[in-house]
């Protein structure tokens, strides 16, 4: 199983990107998928979830302006970012619970956002 990230790239403040993540291989069942973010020198954060049904979670300072979706038939997960701010600069990554033949956590390698005028 493999999870593929795309759709980073430079955006000024205000702006917006929508990034992608398309998972591939043998799959079952994809439950909980996800995007974390790390901005140099600090840990790893959650920004959004979203579970198979749909329903969401953000991180406060994402709330309002990102939006987390999924089609399943794709074994994708998107996040659009709009009003895009200088802090949201970061390595972006997606994450996902995948039934193979066990279910097992997968990451993606990384997309780098860098918002900056």
């Known amino acids: 199983v493999q999870l593929q990230a795309s759709g980073g790239g430079l955006v000024q403040p205000g702006g917006s990107l929508r990034l992608a993540c398309a998972a591939s291989?043998?799959?079952?069942?994809?439950?909980?998928m996800g995007w974390y973010r790390q901005a140099p020198e600090k840990e790893r954060e959650l920004v959004a979830a979203?579970?198979?049904?749909?329903?969401?979670n953000y991180r406060d300072s994402a709330k309002g302006r990102f939006t987390i979706s999924r089609d399943n038939a794709k074994n994708t997960v998107y996040l659009q970012m709009n009003s895009l701010k200088p802090e949201d600069t970061a390595v972006y990554y997606c994450n996902a619970k995948i039934m193979s033949w066990v279910v097992s956590e997968y990451w993606g390698q990384g997309t780098l956002v860098t918002v900056s005028s």
């Open positions: 979203i579970t198979r049904a749909g329903t969401t």
């Open positions: 291989g043998s799959i079952r069942t994809i439950y909980d």
